[in-house]
């Protein structure tokens, strides 16, 4: 079966320094989204990309988030410099279309910044 | 502004016992709704709803959608220590998934 795949599973990191998270979408998968998700809350979107556009990037942190999806297919988030609040689980999910009925997602990049 | 609540934020019960968990939204454009169960990893899909009143049903767990009321319910009957998790309900409007701020269910044995 298909599946969305992420790495690194883990990353510990002390603030100020760089971090990046991949992500590979299932194949055939048209729209990559990543979200973040605080412990104890529902994820929530930070972009969202339909083949290498961005459809929806209004809650990236833009100072310090980017994300990309050159060839539309793979992507990577990056954050530069981190900072302790952005300890979370960061979720990388794909839908067929925009308008994709569900969405599946990856096991997650589980991030701890020192 | 598009959101979706969860109730109650969390519950604990007892083996065998049932539990109704409930996904209430307020969106501009609704597509579905969608159930997800997230132990300690990702969140795993459980049902797609579309259309009101039609019971969506997978072994000891079901749901129904009312789109007149806006709402949804997730039931399980004679829970198990397996079903202990964090239960998200997200809307899709066709251009996002709202994710509401789950609802984590303890089942003890």
């Known amino acids: 079966e298909a599946e969305v795949a992420q790495s690194p599973r883990y990353r510990i990191t002390e603030k100020s320094q760089a971090v990046a998270f991949w992500c590979d979408p299932i194949s055939g998968h048209a729209t990559l989204y990543w979200y973040r998700q605080i412990l104890g809350q529902g994820p929530e979107l930070l972009v969202q990309f339909q083949d290498e556009s961005v459809v929806d990037d209004s809650q990236l942190p833009k100072d310090r988030f980017s994300a990309e999806r050159l060839k539309g297919v793979d992507s990577t988030l990056k954050i530069q410099p981190a900072e302790l609040g952005d300890s979370a689980m960061y979720l990388c999910?794909?839908?067929?279309?925009?308008?994709?009925?569900?969405?599946?997602f990856g096991p997650g990049t589980r991030l701890l910044v020192l | 502004e598009d959101k979706v609540v969860q109730s109650p934020l969390s519950l604990v019960v007892h083996e065998g016992d049932t539990v109704t968990l409930n996904c209430s939204y307020e969106?501009?454009?609704?597509?579905?709704l969608l159930w997800y169960k997230q132990e300690k990893k990702a969140p795993t899909f459980l049902f797609m709803l579309t259309s009101s009143g039609i019971e969506k049903k997978s072994g000891r767990l079901s749901s129904i959608l009312d789109k007149k009321e806006l709402f949804s319910i997730l039931n399980i009957t004679a829970t198990q220590t397996g079903d202990s998790a964090i239960y998200l309900c997200a809307v899709n409007t066709g251009n996002q998934f709202y994710f509401g701020t789950g609802t984590s269910l303890t089942v003890i044995p």
């Open positions: 999910a794909s839908s067929q279309d925009r308008v994709g009925e569900t969405q599946y």
């Open positions: 969106v501009t454009n609704f597509r579905s």
